[in-house]
């Protein structure tokens, strides 16, 4: 087990070195120069101006020093919490304007990605054995899986907001609320969380559900059912055995599936104009604010590894052969 | 276990057996209804792509030709913008660039997905757990965030850049579920047969283990092309598609930029997500039906 954990780590760490470093390189070996791009943006006329933002924008992304520098700088200013100043709220440091963002996407991402694999396991495990419910979940399952996370968010948009009104369609409150920690601004925020929420959890509901109902009938036709039900075993217990199998690879599916379904919540956010990491990103991209953009790249980066570190940690607690340390060295 | 590029944790799993293609899966696959009903819609989607286009006589989708904001009706099938632009104009120029960004960023997954997969599933040792190390880290990094900030300081965008960048950061899990594949291969006897007559690693891979599992990389080929279009419709409507031409992702945002929901022009926004859930949708269909073509497991039940 500790040397589960150890190799588990060890990728983590990794994966955070490269992150960053692909973070680091992009805008200095990419076509373009994001320094120019900037200062053209701002449209000053004078020359001595515009030579004075290259000099201010060349220092504060550090282009001036040389390159190893450079990287050991980016490194530090990191570690201690750093991520530059943005350029679109000008002149908040990254760090604080992510933190604002943050709380809106993660009420959007944990309850749609825990609650769509708990509802589609259930689902998929169900429909493993009723013929009726197979031939219905199947298709439904196949026509979501393949939808893009905006169309599901624009049709539920569509159909339950600006026909049926029952829910806002943009922003994540009320105008005339002022965000707090009062009943009025919980509830108002609720309301305008429920079309996003469900077009993430729809989205993901029908992958797990045939993810589940395959696992389980692949576990059913498996030796050891045989085997039971030549005992004599009871029907209900062979199909807890089954479930307890199929349930294992689905936890690594939520592990793999983690860095796609960010994707899904920044789209999503953006159909909605929700205030979370989604539209900060859609924002840094339309005024070429590379900082922010940066920023979000690794908030992003940091909460992915963060929450596959709990699954492996979920893993070994549900499955016994990495707690024995027996699952050899496989990853 | 191997996953999708999107939530769909269904791909075939890595100890099926696997089959060689042939006449006898021939007589199975014409009679597999999700096969036919997948492949018959894709070609259908793909003939519209390809021939719809040549059949407008204005060449510019994005012109501005009939009127404003108009609902379907015969002489625009599919109504007008809010710039009267003709949406089936936009519509079957944009299912050419979804299945051209699908096989652009699909093939180039797969090869180097099989590339990854195949050294070290055969090599084994030291070049397993380095190209395994590999292969996690890419797959813990999110695909779209990176994808995100390239494509923001390229500023160069077409289609084919979209799907090399999108095939450079999809292989993941298609390279993981290949090295399972040939792991179980390379100890058979064939193998140990062509290792003794001394044939190099490239040559044993080709001649003896990729015929072996070619069903399970076409299948694997499949999903990273429905992969593919998906992520590539996320980035057109993030505002980081072509610059030119016009794609599926790309009329979803300006419907949604346009405000098109509240102005109720459903016929902008439904046929772009329509057109890539059936492709998509059909894609994984047929590959359900393949399955059950190859795999003699599961065409019993």
């Known amino acids: 087990m500790r040397r589960y954990f150890a190799r588990k780590l060890l990728i983590y760490g990794l994966t955070f070195v490269v992150a960053v470093t692909v973070n680091w390189m992009i805008p200095r070996f990419m076509p373009g120069d994001p320094v120019s791009a900037m200062v053209a943006r701002a449209r000053v006329s004078q020359p001595e101006a515009a030579e004075a933002m290259r000099t201010y924008y060349n220092n504060l992304f550090g282009f001036d020093e040389p390159l190893w520098q450079q990287y050991l700088h980016f490194w530090g200013a990191l570690l201690q919490g750093d991520f530059g100043i943005s350029i679109f709220v000008f002149p908040t440091p990254v760090g604080d304007v992510l933190l604002d963002a943050l709380p809106y996407t993660l009420g959007l991402m944990i309850p749609a990605v825990l609650l769509s694999w708990f509802v589609g396991n259930w689902i998929g495990a169900l429909s493993a054995r009723r013929k009726v419910l197979d031939n219905t979940v199947l298709p439904a399952g196949y026509v979501l899986t393949a939808m893009p996370y905006m169309w599901i968010a624009v049709i539920l948009a569509w159909a339950l907001g600006a026909k049926a009104g029952w829910f806002p369609i943009s922003g994540g409150y009320s105008l005339d609320i002022q965000p707090g920690l009062s009943a009025d601004f919980a509830l108002d925020a609720l309301h305008h969380w429920v079309l996003p929420f469900l077009s993430l959890f729809l989205v993901a509901l029908g992958g797990w559900a045939i993810g589940m109902r395959n696992m389980i009938i692949y576990e059913l036709e498996s030796d050891y059912s045989s085997y039971l039900s030549a005992l004599g075993a009871p029907q209900r217990l062979i199909r807890r055995y089954a479930f307890r199998n199929a349930v294992l690879p689905q936890i690594t599916g939520l592990a793999l599936q983690l860095g796609v379904l960010v994707a899904g919540a920044l789209v999503t956010e953006i159909v909605f104009a929700y205030p979370g990491l989604g539209s900060l990103i859609l924002a840094a991209i339309q005024n070429q604010d590379f900082f922010l953009l940066q920023g979000a790249f690794l908030f992003i980066v940091i909460g992915v590894l963060i929450a596959n570190f709990l699954i492996d940690i979920v893993y070994v607690v549900v499955d016994p052969r990495t707690r024995t340390g027996m699952a050899g060295g496989t990853s | ?301």
């Open chain 2, 1 to 301: 276990m191997s996953t999708l590029p999107d939530p769909a944790p269904e791909a075939p799993s890595a100890d099926a057996p696997v089959a060689k293609p042939g006449r006898e899966s021939l007589h199975y696959a014409v009679r597999n209804p999700k096969l036919i009903i997948g492949v018959t819609l894709v070609a259908i989607l793909l003939a519209v792509g390809v021939i719809g286009p040549m059949l407008l006589d204005n060449g510019n989708p994005n012109e501005y030709v009939g009127p404003q904001a108009s609902a379907p009706d015969g002489t625009y099938w599919m109504g007008t913008t809010t710039f009267g632009q003709d949406v089936y104009a936009q519509f079957v120029h944009g299912l050419r660039a979804t299945f051209l960004v699908g096989v652009v960023g699909g093939a180039i997954a797969a090869v180097i997905a099989m590339v990854v997969g195949f050294l070290a599933g055969y090599r084994g040792g030291v070049t397993d757990e380095i190209l395994n190390m590999l292969t996690n880290v890419v797959l813990v990094i999110p695909a779209l965030a990176v994808l995100l900030i390239i494509n923001a300081y390229m500023g160069v965008r077409s289609v084919a850049v979209q799907g090399l960048f999108i095939g450079l950061t999809s292989w993941p899990w298609a390279a993981r579920a290949i090295r399972a594949q040939t792991f179980s291969l390379r100890t058979r006897e064939f193998v140990d047969l062509a290792r003794l007559s001394g044939s190099g690693t490239w040559r044993i891979v080709f001649r003896e283990i990729a015929p072996n599992m070619s069903s399970y990389l076409f299948m694997t080929f499949i999903l990273l092309f429905g992969g593919s279009i998906l992520i590539a419709s996320s980035l057109d409507f993030i505002g980081l598609g072509p610059t030119e031409g016009v794609s599926l992702g790309l009329m979803l945002q300006s419907a949604q930029q346009w405000s098109a929901l509240q102005l109720g022009m459903w016929w902008w926004f439904v046929p772009p997500g329509a057109g890539i859930t059936a492709i998509v949708g059909a894609l994984y269909v047929a590959n359900v039906g393949l399955d059950e073509v190859f795999n003699p497991k599961l065409r019993e039940s």
